[in-house]
């Protein structure tokens, strides 16, 4: 087997690289975020061949002794979630969001969180029709900065839990999957999610970006269709 293409050196390199002039303890807590952002990384790693392994028919006696657990922990684990569906992309997108919650110390994770966390994920769809109709990364970004509530003493550690807009936000991002007839809940779905939870702050951004419930679910289920048909695309 191939080793992993990172090593602790590449890690601290980029650490001090992007952290020059920075003290020691100033150090200690980035690496600390970015070491939970490993961690919720490989979760995802194992939960997605678990995923796999039962499209295949194995038992949860066997995932269980894959992973060294028993098949009660396995089960428990790996229960279907609110994320069932999610594609890779998006999943990753929920643990940016984490991360910049933790980067703004805050102890909870908003909506607004949820918007870095699409603007972090450039390979998504709902990138792409954000910078498009907002016309670039950073007047998101400004926006999303200023609409931010003040940072939290100390970063936290741990699991840090999701308010209630944006409960409502995942959830209605796997309702607008289902009313435009897909099997999985991509990016673009959590940016529909995200304006229709009206009273949430992300839905209040893009409103003063421009964006508009109808006008957005439009242009998604052009660009979905634009990409099935394009040559090369996934």
Do not use: C
Not at 37 to 45: A, C, E, N, P, Y
Not at 101 to 122: M, W
Not at 223 to 230: G, M, V, Y
């Amino acid at each position: 087997m191939s080793p992993l293409d990172i090593s602790l050196a590449d890690l601290i390199a980029r650490l001090d690289e992007e952290l020059t002039g920075a003290d020691e303890l100033a150090r200690i807590s980035e690496a600390r975020l970015r070491a939970q952002t490993l961690s919720d990384l490989g979760d995802q790693l194992i939960d997605h061949y678990v995923s796999q392994a039962k499209q295949t028919g194995a038992s949860w006696t066997e995932i269980g002794d894959a992973i060294g657990v028993s098949k009660q922990a396995a089960q428990q684990r790996h229960a279907p979630g609110p994320f069932e569906r999610y594609t890779n992309l998006n999943r990753h997108i929920i643990v940016l969001a984490q991360e910049a919650a933790r980067t703004h110390k805050h102890g909870f994770i908003g909506t607004e969180h949820i918007l870095l966390g699409l603007l972090g994920e450039p390979q998504g769809l709902a990138y792409e029709v954000l910078t498009a109709k907002a016309g670039s990364e950073q007047r998101i970004r400004d926006a999303v900065e200023e609409a931010m509530p003040p940072a939290g003493e100390k970063a936290l550690r741990g699991h840090i839990a999701f308010r209630p807009e944006s409960k409502e936000a995942i959830e209605q991002a796997r309702r607008a999957s289902n009313d435009l007839g897909h099997d999985w809940v991509g990016t673009e779905h959590t940016l529909l999610g995200l304006i229709r939870a009206e009273e949430s702050p992300a839905a209040q951004i893009l409103r003063t970006l421009g964006f508009t419930p109808d006008e957005l679910r439009e242009t998604v289920r052009t660009e979905i269709t634009k990409r099935s048909t394009a040559p090369g695309k996934p």
